[in-house]
Nanobody
Framework: QVQLVESGGGLVQAGGSLRLSCAAS????????MGWYRQAPGKQRELVAI???????NYEDSVRGRFTISRDNTKNTVRLQMNSLKPEDTAVYYC?????????????WGQGTQVTVSS
């Protein structure tokens, strides 16, 4: 099993910055990709950014160029640096991890951290 604990988040003004962190524990050796999803009120959960164990990254179009995802495999952490924040970024942000068990992919989720961007 993998446990994910987020930290960071909070209330910032538009144009400001926040850094989210996520610490993984448990069966961390089998983790492949990690990333961040977010869910705004009344909307479906959407992918924000992902990073593989090899360092390859991908971003949702609306955050590309503003957000940066990074990973420290030694410390089993993933971070999301968010710059130039917009009110549209307001959401609960969830840490996500994917691990392999044989030929099966297992998904794990953190509890989420609130990010609120005021206009």
């Amino acid at each position: 099993q993998v446990q994910l604990v987020e930290s960071g988040g909070g209330l910032v003004q538009a144009g400001g910055s926040l850094r989210l962190s996520c610490a993984a524990s448990g069966s961390v050796d089998s983790i492949n990709s990690m990333g961040w999803y977010r869910q705004a009120p009344g909307k479906q959960r959407e992918l924000v950014a992902i990073i593989t164990s090899g360092g390859a990254t991908n971003y949702e179009d609306s955050v590309r160029g503003r957000f940066t995802i990074s990973r420290d495999n030694t410390k089993n952490t993933v971070r999301l640096q968010m710059n130039s924040l917009k009110p549209e970024d307001t959401a609960v942000y969830y840490c996500w991890a994917e691990r392999s068990r044989g030929n099966t992919k297992m998904k794990h989720w953190g509890q989420g951290t609130q990010v609120t961007v005021s206009s």
